[in-house]
């Protein structure tokens, strides 16, 4: 089975095989927990790749619109190229923002709704950032963004990827107004 990059990736699944209750390593409320902590560092984890991904695909966009002609003008002159560039980098340090905070919660401490609430909203740019950022560094590449011989396209099969990966914007959104409707202090 392939991802939507391209790259391997598997299904496991167990089928007649017991666990005692000796071998499990976490039940109920300490089970939450720690899948609460997974969720919150594979956030910051994906992040930091989908950062490097938006990236570098804007830096090859920058590049190419630098280098390419157009009615004897690089393609950067264009007010409309150089506002959509403009468009992505803002969309990617929205990301860099909330990934820092993650970072800087997870690696100091807080408390769960805060922790939770910037899991989510990293999440959430990680898919918004992914979503507007690819789409205009494939579209400034114009046609040859298509190409699969030309490597730009997998950084948006990447961006793509992350964006899917453990529930889109709109879902992490519900979240986030879930955990404020649920605790209208954490807006103070």
């Known amino acids: 089975q392939r991802a939507t990059n391209g ?5 496991l699944y167990f089928d007649g095989v ?19 902590w997974q969720r919150q560092h ?5 992040a930091a790749l989908q950062l490097g991904v938006l990236q570098e695909g804007l830096q090859r966009a920058a590049q ?6 157009q009615f004897g003008r690089p393609l950067a002159a264009f007010q409309a190229v150089s506002q959509q560039a403009a468009d992505a980098y803002m969309a990617i340090e929205a990301l860099r923002g909330v990934y820092w905070r993650l970072l800087d919660i997870l690696d100091n401490g807080a408390d769960e709704l805060e922790t939770n609430l910037a899991a989510h909203s990293v999440k959430f740019w990680i898919c ?3 979503h507007i950022a ?15 011989d ?9 961006a793509k990827k992350n964006e899917a990966y ?15 409707q649920s605790n209208p202090q954490a807006l103070i």
């Open 64 to 69: 190419y619109t630098t280098e390419r002609t």
């Open 134 to 148: 690819a789409h205009i560094i494939l579209h400034v590449h114009g046609g040859i963004g298509q190409d699969l």
């Open 7 to 11: 790259e391997a990736c598997g299904h």
């Open 166 to 180: 453990l529930g889109g914007a709109d879902q992490h959104a519900a979240q986030l107004g879930h955990l404020i």
């Open 42 to 46: 594979t956030f910051a984890a994906m």
């Open 18 to 36: 017991s666990v005692t209750p000796g071998n499990l390593i976490a039940t109920h409320s300490e089970a939450e927990t720690l899948l609460q």
């Open 150 to 158: 030309y490597p730009v396209h997998r950084f948006f099969s990447w």
């Open 128 to 130: 918004e950032s992914g």
